[in-house]
């Protein structure tokens, strides 16, 4: 097993770095949370299908940014909690893709993208 370690690496090692603090968005109530909180800073939603590869690879991706502390990361499991995804889109105006991004500022959709847009989404 050594060997092989030596010549493919380990498990650990091939993980992409998270650099995000995510906070958990489990519950409809929080979307209120992150419109207050977006009059004071970016608050971002990163809607996430834990069976779709192409939501696993954008978010892979999209975790390799920096955490400036400047915007506070929301994560939602599509496939736990749906109906704060259906929330989102009637709280917020904004059709449900998935994968999706959203950010927020002083209480509104400033900007979002889905799938592999999501990483030309300037916040």
Known sequence: MGILKSLFGSSEASKPKNNLNWIALNSIEQLDEIEQKSNSKYQA????????????????????????????????????????????????????????????????????GSHYDIMSVKI
């Open 45 to 112: 939603i990163f809607k996430h299908s834990t069976r779709c590869g192409i939501s696993s690879g954008v978010l892979r991706q999209f975790e390799r940014q920096e955490d400036t502390g400047e915007v506070d990361f929301y994560l939602l499991d599509l496939l736990s909690f749906r109906q704060i995804s259906e929330e989102i889109t009637s709280k917020f105006g904004v059709m449900h893709q998935s994968p999706q991004l959203i950010v927020l500022k002083d209480g509104a959709v400033v900007a979002h």
